[in-house]
Each structure stands twice: as C-alpha cells, then as structure tokens.
C-alpha cells in the first residue's frame, strides 16, 4: 500500500521532522519511509515541497500510521496541517480519536480507493460512513 504525506504550508523543516517522528514510532515500525520532491507527483507543477512517500506491507499498518501523524501533531500544538492521500483519496489527520482513525482508514482503504477512483468529493471525506 503506497501512500503520500503531505504538511501544509511548510518550507521542509515539518515535514523532515514528521518523517523522523514517523521513524522513531514503534506503530509505524515495517514502513518504508522516504522524502521526494513533489514535482516528480504526476499532474504536479513543482514548487520544491517534498511529500513523504510511504509503502506499507498492508493495510493493517494504515491505523498506526495515522496514529502516529496526530500524535506528532498533538506534540506541536495541533499546528501543522497534515493531509495523506491514497489512490486519489486525500483525508486530512485532526485528531487521535480511536473513531477518527479508525474513519480515516476506511476513507482510505474504501471502494473508491481499491478502485484508483479520483472522482471522490472531497467534502464528502470527513462524512461517517453508514
């Protein structure tokens, strides 16, 4: 499962530190972790922001990862804006919330996500799934 990291309005130094954060936790432990420039992102313009592209085994590491990301966020007042996007499916981390994790997963790992569906409404996301 490849996933891409991404932390808003940042010149470099969050994201460096969220991928070292992310290395260090035991829940993200397996994971294959790495920087990139996001104008190698098909569809991209540039712009020298790098994203961290993450492999997972499967789709079990997906909870701990997340896990990991809002507790990073948590350890810096909640500040940075991080968002992880899947096959098209982008799902923004607020909170630790066993719930919110556990939606975020299933945001990600959904139909529209097996299917590589790019048509996903955004503004739909965050929306609890019946």
């Known amino acids: ?39 190698e992102r098909p569809g991209t313009m540039g712009g020298g922001l790098e ?23 948590q350890s810096r007042g909640n500040g940075a804006e991080v968002r992880v ?12 919330d066993p719930r919110h994790i556990e939606r975020l997963v299933r945001q990600l790992t959904g139909p529209s996500a097996e299917a590589g569906d790019d048509t996903s409404d955004p503004a739909t996301l965050d929306r609890p799934q019946a």
């Open 1 to 39: 499962m490849r996933l891409e990291i991404e932390v808003l309005e940042d010149d470099g130094r969050q994201l460096r530190a969220l991928r070292r954060w992310l290395m260090r936790d035991p829940d993200t432990a397996g994971a294959s972790l790495s920087l990139r420039d996001r104008h």
């Open 85 to 96: 996007e899947h096959r098209g499916v982008t799902v923004t981390v607020s909170g630790a």
């Open 51 to 73: 994203l961290i592209n993450v492999v997972l085994s499967n789709a079990v590491g997906l909870g701990g990862l997340l896990l990991a990301v809002a507790n990073w966020r």
